[in-house]
């Protein structure tokens, strides 16, 4: 058995298949906008149709919570060493089962964690990356709330312990401090699973370190940045930029940890630069 990921297609074409890979705590819809977005930039600029994918992570949205087999070992603190691993390693398996080779994997936050691995373990799937609001460094000592975050949701069989993420904070962007915004987080975190939120933030404090990834990437690469992201504003992501040769660097003004929820214009414009840097490469 493997991880299952329950694929979402926003459009079929020719080429590379972008594959957007989603944030905690919640699923692929938070890249519909985006990825609307990135279909209208690309008619207007007769770019021919290329796939567009958001397959939900594994324990969100349709997809699966994944078996303590395919789950791999369990330390003694709840979380799973090669569970990162497993799961980027399904990511390559969904292109492969249907032709592809390669990739432009997109991940946000959680998503990027994911990026990050397959060009660690599969580089040669890797024709363009962007890493959004991430980071290649472990948590580190601050990891210890994710498995706490972990416990209280599967003991509490509820969502209640990440619904902070809806909840704006004085210092966060015009956006995420719209009805709007806390409406529809709102809503796409009370329709997932708590055992799926455990099981991601187990995966997430398990994974292994990446520090070292960023210089071994040689695929057109973008980095994006919301000036106001409390964890992977520009001071943690323009270094990382800075680490991977060519890579173009995109800060986004008034922008949270959300970017592509914020401001999906913009990520969508980025986007589609980055595969015309693909397709031209």
């Known amino acids: 058995m493997a991880i299952e990921l329950v694929n979402h297609v926003y459009r079929e074409g020719e080429g590379v298949p972008v594959v957007l890979m989603n944030a905690y705590p919640v699923d692929h819809r938070m890249w519909d906008v985006c990825a609307k977005a990135l279909v ?21 949205g349709a997809s699966p919570v994944p078996s303590a087999e395919d789950s791999g ?17 399904a990511y390559v398996n969904l292109i492969k089962a249907a032709g592809y080779s390669q990739a432009i994997w997109v991940g946000l936050s959680m998503g990027g964690y994911v ?17 959004c609001d991430t980071m290649a460094a472990s948590d580190g000592v601050g ?20 619904m902070h993420f809806a909840k704006p904070s004085e210092g966060d962007s015009t956006v ?42 040689s695929a057109p690469t973008l980095v994006i940045s919301g000036e106001l992201d409390p964890t992977s504003n520009p001071s943690v992501m323009r270094p ?42």
């Open 73 to 89: 070992p369990q330390l003694p603190n709840g979380s799973y060493p090669e569970a990162l691993d497993r799961l980027a390693d």
């Open 40 to 60: 209208d930039f690309s008619d207007l600029d007769d770019v021919p149709p290329f796939p567009i994918w958001a397959p939900d992570m594994a324990g969100s």
């Open 176 to 217: 995420k401090k719209t009805p709007e915004f806390v409406e529809t987080m709102t809503r796409w975190i009370e329709e997932q699973n708590p055992a799926g939120l455990a099981w991601r933030q187990r995966m997430t404090y398990g994974r292994p370190d990446m520090s070292a990834v960023p210089e071994t990437i």
């Open 240 to 281: 990382l930029s800075a680490r991977i040769r060519g890579a173009e660097f995109i800060d986004i003004p008034d922008c949270g940890h959300f970017s592509a929820v914020e401001h999906p214009d913009v990520v969508a414009r980025a986007l589609l630069s980055l595969v015309r840097r693909v397709q031209a490469a």
């Open 115 to 131: 990026a990050m691995d397959i060009q660690r373990r599969h580089p040669e799937t890797v024709a363009g990356l962007a890493l």
């Open 143 to 162: 990891g210890e709330g994710r498995l706490a975050m972990a416990d209280a949701a599967e003991q509490t069989n509820s969502v209640e312990p990440v």
